[in-house]
Nanobody, 117 residues
């Protein structure tokens, strides 16, 4: 089992920045990839960014490319999402996700990000 807990959400004005954190615990050595997803009201959950274990390859959804950066601190078992130049359309609940061995997937409870215009 892997436990994930997000933090760092909040209310920010358009153009501002936030940094989300996701602390992983439990069987962390089974994790192959960590990522951030988001879900806005009335919309499906969508992928935002991912980072692999090992060399740390990253991927980003087109709407956040150039504005968001995913990174990790292996010593702290934490993955971050630095969000710059935030837009009102970035408003959503942001979820941390871990893809682990044997097809297991884990989710955190989510953290709310609200961007005011």
């Amino acid at each position: 089992q892997v436990q994930l807990v997000e933090s760092g959400g909040g209310l920010v004005q358009a153009g501002g920045s936030l940094r989300l954190s996701c602390a992983a615990s439990g069987n962390i050595f089974s994790i192959n990839r960590l990522g951030w997803h988001r879900q806005a009201p009335g919309r499906q959950r969508e992928l935002v960014a991912t980072i692999t274990r090992g060399i740390g390859s990253t991927t980003y959804a087109d709407p956040v490319k150039g504005r968001f950066t995913i990174s990790r601190d292996n010593a702290k078992n934490t993955v971050y999402l630095q969000m710059n130049s935030l837009k009102p359309e970035d408003t959503a609940v942001y979820y941390c996700n871990a893809d682990a061995n044997w097809g297991n997937t884990y989710w955190g409870p989510g953290t709310q990000v609200t961007v005011s215009s």
